[in-house]
């Protein structure tokens, strides 16, 4: 099942330099390679890695230093070799159980093209488009509407009223449309107000598996254009994310937050409640935000504050310990010098 | 499709200041408002927000301060803002598809009114109240006993032998019983503790999307009545948390933790295992309880301390750069005085 | 149905010391016992708590102090009382609805004694062990290999090509193979890179209910043997868990760390992505891990330092307030100096 690197370098359309007969048995990356495996570089600061790795081949960016195995070059090296990988390990397409058509409510439609397993459940008055996947145990609400293309993994639950734009992708277990987590306190009990809105997902937005997304109280959440959110994610109530966000995994976004376009929240960062993030804001792992953070501003820390004042502070902090001794000597000099100054008057 | 104001205010049984032959189109948060549509204000605190929002008309609070638009003055604005609402956009009782009683595992039963879909899966020896809705791709495992009018959203699991009380409401994806995180490393492997206990959920309690509670390892981990439990969080085995809490997004709760009533963990909040929270116990978002907490007190910080003690640390860390500072010119001064000091005996 | 102290005694081969013609009727931990149950101490650490409890009887350790109330004496008094906990209240094995073997699609097959509720749903080439328990909406993916002695909790999520190895457990709604959170902006949008890999899930691990494990770029994201994961983690894209580590709830693992064996990730701690630890280090609860860690290492904080120096750190930090107040007083007592120099010059 070998693969000559002459044959490998042809398919993605690359220069060969060195042995093209050498059999390639399968890719890996460059930790992971085996002695039959081809690897790849995508900069030359990889080039030390290489050297030091068990491959019998790699494929690198045009103008990397000298190697002593063979190499393909080629402009884009990640994209080669997911066509090498593809071509050991050829991806293999989730199948979906066919369903006929007519097994959904009478109320409800699906475009051409479109896949539902048949142990989705699909409310009334729903309309999905075109060419979309949905995948087993997805339960779709009342008077949802789906785009084109939109995938929804396994165990997707969308509350009724969820709007969906085209080419989404919501991976398995996430929860769209849960009630806020909005209550009064009467007579010693916590009433829920009532959660009267719903979700909007613009196009093009990936949602990772287990994230959660709450309607909004009298009007949508909102999660814009090009976002992508990743696993564990909690986006409150009445949140309106911005356009080419990326939220990482286990992020929190309290209710009622706003945040620009091309914001970035690093992993277990979490913002109080109306919060209004600037475009490309970006805000460090962990962080929380209690302020709003202008367009463009990197924030970091708990109290989030600019991440350059929080490395400068903190470069202060960890010398606090030392300061201490610092003091306490300037103390005894100052005895010194009190006492020498009683002699001196005496 | 519109509405007069009069009609709305009529409606919510509110007094009408200015014209209420203004066609209303749609309801809308004052940040969201359009020209056509109604908003809503809960204090006076938005007066300026609501003269500069883009609104027909407003409801507002007795004695609100005069306005350029159209008002509805009523005693509780929310509340009739949310009738209006659904004037507009009936909220939608997502329907659950019939099922026969006689589906039912022989040994299980359901009370009158109660409506099970037809993908949820019920196990033996199970008790369900009356008027419960239990939705599509819940799972409810052998022995469990549920009360009247809960509800469980699509995809709930509940381990075996869970109990749960009257008016419980909880949301997609949650999982309740789960083994707890208990092992002892025997000979370099780890072998899990029994989980002989369960989890008993008390009347009154909501709990959050793809929230996860732990069953007790010989006991109950209970959930107090009128608790309210957002998304994604964690209460781990063992736990016996109070009456009336609410505990915010993503808050992690490790095993034997006991809390009073009215307590409340803000998001992110993480506490040990085995620490006690007094009544009216409060946690800052993203704090990391390690002590016990008295009741009444608000903590703070990692680790946490009296929220009040935590804000004046944090103002005087942020001086610890000038300090430095301060220490160098102090310094300086000294070898100015010890030169000084020389020259005066030399 | 109340059993005798001496019965007791006998079932778990121990040594009674006191009357056993008590009566017991359940079992509870110290803080929940009645006046008629037994309850259990496993070390004489909680003498006084059993002193001060209500319990009618104990189980102990040998050794253990005098008592006021009867006592039973075992080696393990753990293990003694969760089989006294049985026999007042059996575990009940959660049954699965058996399902006709050839209810599988033609590719896949099941090994003798597996049990796959109906309601689960099973890729094609699907290969499944022996003495496996999937349960009611489990979606296993096309091409998952799945060892021996496995249970699938309700509503699991396996993406395609997922490798499980033997007496693996996987708690409710857990999601592995998900894509990684991995993208390149082009023109401004955010294109996801291709996830090519898969998760490799070795022998004797448990994941807890919630969590989410991504495959990996173009190799496995692996978990390896005996390693325990509890509820709502994120292990993100290629990451290696080494063997037997312990990751308690909502700890987070971004894309490509690698841990050693006998690796301790604390509650909500986090990784930044590309981390090493080495074999047997910790992590402490709500720690920020931006650098490797060696083996053997506890780390502490955010950013994480040795444990030892955070405490030492912290025990410095909470003194800064005083410090400001010792700063000034040496001002002031540098002005008095000053001043009296400046007389001594005169």
Known sequence: MGVRLLELAMEVGGTLHGDGTVLIEDAATIE??????????SSADHHAAVEGCRAAAVVVPPGFPALSI?????????????????????????E???????????TSRCGDGTEVDPTAV??????????????????????????????????????????????????????????????????????????????????????????????????????????????LVMVGHNC????????????????????GDYVVLAGQAGLADHIKLGDMARVAAKSGIMQDVPAGQTVAGLPAMPEREFWRLWANIVKVPELRKQLRNIERRLEGLDASAERDAA
């Not at 990640?78 to 989730?94: D, N, Y």
């Not at 979906?96 to 009478?106: C, E």
């Not at 939109?150 to 398995?172: C, N, Q, S, W």
């Open 122 to 231: 699909v409310g009334r008055d729903v309309t999905i488009g075109r060419r979309c996947r949905i995948y087993a145990g997805v339960v779709i609400g009342d008077g949802t509407v789906i785009g084109d293309d939109v995938t929804l993994f396994p165990r997707v639950v969308l509350y009724e009223k969820t709007v969906v734009g085209d080419r989404v992708v919501i991976h398995a277990g996430a929860v769209i449309g849960a009630y806020g987590f909005g209550y009064r306190t009467v007579d010693g009990r916590h009433e829920r107000l009532d959660q009267l809105g719903h979700v909007e997902i613009e196009s093009d937005v990936e949602i990772g598996a287990g994230t959660t997304i709450d309607r909004g109280t009298f009007d949508a959440t909102v999660v814009g254009q090009g976002t992508k959110i990743d696993n």
């Open 70 to 94: 063979p190499r393909i070059e080629v402009d884009d090296p990640t994209a080669a070799f997911a066509r090498i990988v593809c071509r050991f390990r050829p991806p293999r397409e989730w």
């Open 240 to 259: 309106r994310i911005g356009k080419h966000n990326l939220i990482c995994s286990q992020a929190g976004v309290a209710g009622s937050c706003t945040t």
């Open 96 to 106: 979906i159980a066919g369903r006929p058509a007519d097994s959904l409510p009478a």
């Open 32 to 41: 992971h390679a085996e002695s039959d495996h081809i690897t790849f570089a």
